[in-house]
Structure formats: structure tokens, C-alpha cells
């Protein structure tokens, strides 16, 4: 089992970036997936997630109405749409796949992270 996480970078505030989280997991489409993020320093913080067939999403209270979360049952992908970034937008950006929901508890498998730096 594997996630590999991909597409963070430096932009500047206000820009946007598409992040994407291949997995290679049998069954994908049985596991909702989720994104977290980690600010040095701070906490693990839910980011968004999506169920098993894409029917439902669930944001977290920072980032509602400017980042949007998809998949591709197909293609075994998972994308994240980062609009209007922010500074505090900052961090390393983890996708998980595992149990729908925003406690990082309910997800089995974790990507490597990639870190998305916005400069203001």
C-alpha cells in the first residue's frame, strides 16, 4: 500500500495549486481519503475528504469555499484544488486513506507529505 503526494511548491498569496495523491491500493475505491497538514510546530490540522465513490466531501473550517476536494476511482488519484491561498496556508500537505471523517485516527495509510509554501 501506498499514497504518493504531489503538485506543492511556492506561490504567492492569493495564487492557487492543485496537489494530487496517487495511491496504489487495492480496492481504492473503498477507502475515503483525506488531506491533513502540519505547520512547523503546529498540530496536525484536517484539511478535507472525500468518501469511497466521491459522493460526499467534508471540508475543514479553514479552507471551506477555497479549496476543493475530487477523485478519480479510475486512475486511483485524489486531487486537492488550493484556491486563494493564504500564508497561513503554509505547511506540509499529507494525504490519508482510511475512514471518512476529520480525526487522522480513521486513516490506515499516509502519503509522504508535500509542502506548499505561501509567500505573502
Known amino acids: 500500500v501506498q499514497l504518493q503526494a504531489s503538485g506543492g511548491g511556492l506561490v504567492q498569496a492569493g495564487g492557487s495549486l492543485r496537489l494530487s495523491c496517487a495511491a496504489s491500493?487495492?480496492?481504492?475505491?473503498?477507502?475515503?481519503v483525506g488531506w491533513f497538514r502540519q505547520a512547523p510546530g503546529k498540530e496536525r490540522e484536517f484539511v478535507a475528504a472525500?468518501?469511497?465513490?466521491?459522493?460526499?466531501?467534508f471540508d475543514g473550517d479553514s479552507v471551506k469555499g477555497r479549496f476543493t476536494i475530487s477523485r478519480d476511482n479510475a486512475r486511483s488519484t485524489v486531487s486537492l484544488q488550493m484556491d486563494s491561498l493564504k500564508p497561513e496556508d503554509t505547511a506540509v500537505y499529507y494525504c490519508?486513506?482510511?475512514?471518512?471523517?476529520?480525526?487522522?485516527?480513521?486513516?490506515?495509510?499516509w502519503g509522504q507529505g508535500t509542502l506548499v509554501t505561501v509567500s505573502s
Open positions: 472525500i468518501t469511497g465513490g466521491g459522493e460526499s466531501t
Open positions: 491500493i487495492r480496492a481504492f475505491g473503498y477507502y475515503a
Open positions: 490519508a486513506a482510511g475512514t471518512y471523517g476529520s480525526s487522522s485516527r480513521g486513516y490506515a495509510y
